[in-house]
């Protein structure tokens, strides 16, 4: 077996006489229940790891990731992660993280027969689509590539807020709130796109309202 993969062990062990040495009833604690305040749905690239960015420990972050951090009603992987953590975790807060050098979004970017990751890119280039003219305005290619990152996840927030788990428990609660972010490989550092909440959920009320009840804006209007 390879050392590569025999140093994934060592590494845990080590790791687990550090929590023990700091804490000795760290695992009996983390073992007992998990009460996450942040959903984040990113990308599953190997250099943008959640917790590690965010500066989380264990059980403050309910993560789900797949390829661009896309959001698909229809994938029930993502769908489930969403609902699981809404009705049942109570998080506060979702956040969709996409991140620049996105390899997902260059590859949509590309036109080219990517088989079976076609109709999954497909999402990312609908975003392109809905977003065309001001994408081809840009002439530097790598800005039109980092803007693609940021619409793409605005897009993903959208699909989020769509979502009657959504919906319904903001309304009881007035939370989840969802946020989009971007990682800058470059630098380190978490963007906040700050996403307005509220005027999405406003705007597409009339549309995507699954709630059957009165919208949560129209009460605070009242």
Partial sequence: MSQSYEVIFENNRKWVESKISEDPNFFHELAKTQHPDYLYIGCSDSRATAEEL???KPGEVFVHR????????LDMSSTAVIQYAVEHLKVKHIVVCGHYNCGGVKAAMTPQ????LNPWLRNIRDVYR???????SIEDESKRYDRLVELNVQEQCIN???MACVQERYILEEQPIVHGWVFDLRTGKIIDLEIDFEKILKDIQKIYNLTGSDWVMNKKTK
């Fill in 160 to 162: 989020v807020i769509k």
């Fill in 54 to 56: 965010m500066g989380a």
């Fill in 113 to 116: 027969d990517l088989g079976l």
């Fill in 66 to 73: 797949n390829i661009a951090n896309v959001v698909n009603t």
């Fill in 130 to 136: 809905l977003h065309q003219i001001e994408l081809d």
